[in-house]
């Protein structure tokens, strides 16, 4: 008879590969909140409202500073290839052409999957990413009022010279940013 522990991890294992495909997890497609922590010291919550071939868009709101919220749309050439990150929100709407948020572009992605040196802009600054890490799996809670966790496959980037960092999900159609480090700190919270 299996002792309990072996029994716990087979269950975990079945519930994982559920969650988590070759793909991607299906926890990640429109219609789903993303919760990120800023530096400790605020929440910034994302709404997925399409994610396709033509682009994506969401809302987002921030808890530092009562009705700051908006909208992003970033269409099918940045979501494509896209070299810019749009990190500074202001509320409202803002229809990006150069940038990608949230996400890094289809391009930025394979070229930092294949271990070549991307120079991004941040808003305030450029950084050079390198390094592209098998980051094996990052734990995220799902759906929090059940307390769920589920792991996502990562790869980890890197300015080492700045000492700035991104964690991205390991999904080409999905490149999300679950972890960042770029002057201030960002991190998935949870997906709802």
Known sequence: MPSALVKFVAVFALLLSTAVSAKGPKL??????YVYQV???YLFIVTLT??????YEFKWLMTNDIGKQGRVV???AAKDAAKKLFNYFGSGESKLTDETSVFVSTAV?????AKKAVTLGLGKEDATF???????????PVDSRYGDIG?????VVADK???YSMTLLDNVDFPLIVKMDIGFKVRLLAVL
């Open 28 to 33: 990640f497609a429109p219609g789903n909140t």
């Open 39 to 41: 530096d400790d010291s």
């Open 50 to 55: 399409a994610h396709s071939a033509k682009g």
């Open 74 to 76: 970033v269409p099918k």
């Open 109 to 113: 992605w394979k070229d930092l999957k």
């Open 130 to 140: 390198i390094d592209a890490d098998d980051g094996g799996f990052m734990p995220v």
């Open 151 to 155: 792991s996502v496959p990562v790869i």
């Open 161 to 163: 010279a700045k000492g």
